[in-house]
């Protein structure tokens, strides 16, 4: 079973930025925190993953918090193009199968 | 498109049939990931290949399924048997063996037991 919680749904207006949350509470010190997304009926596409610091890259920013219990998944400045549901995953190492939750499906609206 | 392709895209079959779905993933990627995936939940992993070497299967890969990857390159899942339950998108993922860490997908086959 998953082991991160994630609100089941969330809206944003385009060109706003999107905050995702996720709550990995039993998170061990050698798990990263990934994201993905998954647009309708298509395979999931990875956005980001993270140890301990807080990450950026083209597609998004990843805020850990210092306990490491939780995340935020920003994407800055949302397109409609962003609907899709994005799931967060901890793993010990991106070898291991991963292991997805429900998400939370992001529309983002004109 | 370098990408995971997968074959066929939709698969339409009647219970109790045979089906073969096949994925050719990323060239050099030498681990390959099976997952199935449900109307409204995330993918479950059903198992996983390093180069030709079958390393892990799922409790939901049951008798009727198979997996194969002859010679570390594309691999092929099979389910004899089909039955109604067994109506999901089978995803397909791959991952270089040492260097860089995400899984990248293939588009999925889904399959509809009738």
């Known amino acids: 079973d998953a082991k991160t919680t994630q609100p089941t749904s969330m809206d944003c207006a385009e060109g706003r930025a999107a905050n995702l949350p996720c709550n990995h509470s039993t998170i061990s010190g050698n798990e990263y925190v990934y994201w993905y997304r998954q647009i309708h009926s298509q395979g999931p596409q990875y956005i980001i993953h993270?140890?301990?610091n807080n990450e950026t890259n083209e597609m998004a920013s990843l805020i850990i918090t210092e306990d490491r219990k939780s995340s935020t998944l920003i994407l800055p400045h949302a397109t409609l193009r962003d609907t899709a549901v994005y799931y967060c995953i901890e793993t010990e190492s991106g070898n291991t199968p991963l292991v997805f939750g429900k998400g939370t499906r992001l529309s983002v609206i004109a | 498109d370098t990408g995971v392709s997968q074959d066929p895209r939709h698969k339409i079959t009647k219970r109790g049939q045979n089906v073969t779905f096949r994925c050719d993933p990323i060239?050099?990627?030498?681990?390959l990931y099976w997952y199935r995936q449900t109307l409204g939940q995330g993918p479950e992993f059903l198992t996983y290949f390093q180069n030709e070497a079958q390393l892990e299967k799922s409790r939901l890969l049951s008798d009727r399924f198979s997996a194969e990857r002859p010679k570390g390159s594309f691999s092929t899942l099979e389910i004899q048997r089909t039955e109604q339950g067994d109506s999901a998108m089978y995803l397909c993922a791959s991952r270089p063996g040492l260097a860089g860490y995400e899984q990248y997908f293939g588009p999925g086959t889904r399959l509809t037991v009738t």
């Open positions: 060239s050099e990627h030498n681990r």
């Open positions: 993270g140890l301990k």
